[in-house]
């Protein structure tokens, strides 16, 4: 039956990391209206910041990421003081009003930073917002990037997190996606991390890659479970050459369908929760005793821009090119170009060019999709106490998402709709059924599975 539902509901939706979603994002939220957002802030508001670094000494043909391939450090170095002026300018705003609980370093690859650019870095910010005692701060690490002195770097801004891109270690896969790196080179650098006092190591699997197979995929799971890791993410490979013209490079043929990719999948979390994870949403797995998994018993877990997170911050704060700003009253994007973005910057201290606000039937349908992205539930009482009338017309709406092939999307539950356990997989999609913009949209999205 899941088969059968994976060839039917394997369609392309969002990853519903926000909603609205980024493709129905429009310039009519500036940086005029960013401003005004960042200084309608209240004090006392927790805040999480994203730092986005746009480069990476190789491009991985398979990256979605807003990235470029540099061989000259000078074009990273020659980055970093237009980061700097909007670290700035947004401090300006915020300053004496915001608490930051986590800090993300994404990219391309922030670990193509130097050590001294990386600690300098992170002493601006701590000079520039005031810190809870226990801010988490996350790394996102190539391991091609890695030595010691960037090891070393990493421990001394105090990084809690370190989440490693693994994808597949099948050479012929790696070859493929223009990815070489070996199992002895990422134990190397997992181990670097933890003897260094880093508490928790979350790997980056990828399903659905060009030449692999449920073989090569299920030997690549069983190296990884080896490193112990606190975290490991299981995505499928978004495959949008529409959106990523580099990945035009990888031949189609050489993808599996949507039913082996499903295969894939399961097979990939069977071995996971084998060894003792617990599953958390769609693609995450965790420890036991690990903040996410205690985030999902407690139906406390989030989701944005980078997954599945433990976060309970209402305020995420992008910085750099294409990162995106989540406030309540609504998302603002930075232009993607890093031209673009050193001018604006040095024109006005601000490079947001598109975002969105949100309506009160945004938030409704925001939250349930949140909901059911993460727990395959929500409740109608806890819908109608926080939205009152709003809720009213999403409570309609999710009693009439019927049978599918007579597996019912939705069940009701006393007062819960609950995805049933066959049909968790497919929970993007089900999730679309209650996006306003995505019947009959313009936006073109990755594989549901």
């Known amino acids: 039956m899941q088969s059968e539902l994976a060839a039917r509901l394997g369609e392309n939706v969002p ?30 508001a927790e805040i999480s910041l994203y730092l986005h670094i746009p480069y990476c000494a190789k491009l991985c043909w398979f990256c979605a990421c807003h990235t470029k391939q540099t061989r000259r450090y000078e074009q990273v170095s020659d980055y970093l003081p237009s980061l700097y002026a909007e670290i700035a300018t947004i401090a300006g705003l915020v300053s004496g009003k915001a608490l930051v609980r986590a800090i993300h370093f994404g990219g391309g690859s922030p670990t193509i930073l130097n050590p ?160 003792g994870y617990e599953t958390i949403g769609i693609d995450h797995f965790a420890k036991p005793g690990d903040a996410l998994a205690r985030a999902a018993r407690t139906g406390t877990l989030h989701r944005n821009f980078q997954g599945y997170t433990e976060d309970r ?52 349908r925001g939250w349930i999709i949140e909901r059911l992205m993460c727990d395959f539930k929500f409740s109608a009482i806890d819908l109608l106490q926080r939205f009152g009338e709003a809720g009213h017309k999403l409570l309609r709406q999710a009693s009439s998402v019927g049978l599918y092939n007579s597996v019912p999307l939705l069940e009701l539950d006393g007062e819960y709709f609950v995805v049933p356990a066959e049909s968790r997989p497919f929970v993007r999609s089900i999730a679309a059924k209650f996006d306003e913009f995505f019947e009959g949209g313009t936006g073109r999205h990755s594989s549901a599975v």
């Open 15 to 44: 990853r519903y990391t926000s909603y609205p979603t980024a493709p129905h994002f429009h310039p009519a939220i500036d940086a005029a209206v960013y401003r005004s957002w960042l200084a309608a802030l209240e004090g006392g």
């Open 116 to 275: 001294d650019d990386m600690v300098a870095l992170t002493r601006a910010l701590r000079n520039s917002f005031d810190f809870l005692p226990d801010v988490e701060i996350t790394v996102e690490i190539n391991p091609n990037d890695m030595d010691d002195a960037r090891l070393d770097g990493l421990a001394k801004i105090g990084m809690t997190r370190a989440s490693l891109g693994v994808q597949d270690f099948d050479p012929k896969v790696q070859r493929a996606i223009n990815r070489e790196q070996s199992f002895s080179q990422t134990k190397i650098v997992v181990d670097g991390v933890r003897c260094r006092g880093v508490r928790s190591v979350n790997l980056d699997l990828l399903y659905g890659l060009p030449h692999q197979t449920q073989d090569s995929l299920s030997s690549t799971v069983a190296q990884a479970l080896t490193l112990e890791p606190d975290r490991i993410a299981l995505f499928g490979y978004a495959h949008v050459p529409w959106f990523k013209k580099h990945q035009i490079i990888i031949d189609e043929a050489w993808l599996p369908v949507a039913t082996e990719r499903f295969a894939q999948s399961q097979l990939a979390a069977r071995a996971i929760v084998g060894k």
């Open 313 to 364: 911050c209402e305020i995420l704060i992008g910085l750099g090119p294409s990162s995106i700003s989540q406030l309540r009253q609504g998302y603002a994007q930075n232009t993607p170009s890093t031209a673009a973005y050193a001018r604006m910057i040095g024109d006005r201290g601000l490079a947001v060019v598109r975002g969105i606000a949100l309506s009160d039937d945004d938030r409704v």
